[in-house]
């Protein structure tokens, strides 16, 4: 199993950032998946996941209506779109399927 996360960066207070989660080593399609982040000096936390056919989706209430979680089960790929980005969202980004494997994430920096 393998989750290789791209997309993070710097970006102002307000912005936006698209994150992609290619996956790899099990069947995608039949998974639900999830984001989670670590901000410095902090727990991870979870952020939001998605059903396998992506049907359904939840969030943590910090970035509801503010994040979608959407899938490409053709890529074996989730996504992250992130918009009115605030500081608080400073963190590392991470996908993850139910088996107990982590990528090496990606860093977002929200900072004017």
């Known amino acids: 199993v393998q989750f290789v996360e791209s997309g993070g960066g710097l970006v102002q207070p307000g912005g936006s950032l698209r994150l992609s989660c290619a996956a790899s080593?099990?069947?995608?399609?039949?998974?639900?998946m999830s984001w989670y982040r670590q901000a410095p000096g902090k727990s991870r936390e979870w952020v939001a996941v998605?059903?396998?056919?992506?049907?359904?989706?939840n969030y943590a209430d910090s970035v509801k209506g503010r994040f979608t979680i959407s899938r490409d089960n053709a890529k074996n790929t989730v996504y992250l779109q992130m918009n009115s980005l605030k500081p608080e969202d400073t963190a590392v980004y991470y996908c993850?399927?139910?088996?107990?494997?982590w990528g090496q994430g990606t860093q977002v920096t929200v900072s004017s």
């Open positions: 998605i059903t396998s056919a992506g049907g359904s989706t």
């Open positions: 993850k399927s139910p088996h107990d494997y």
């Open positions: 080593g099990f069947t995608f399609s039949k998974y639900r």
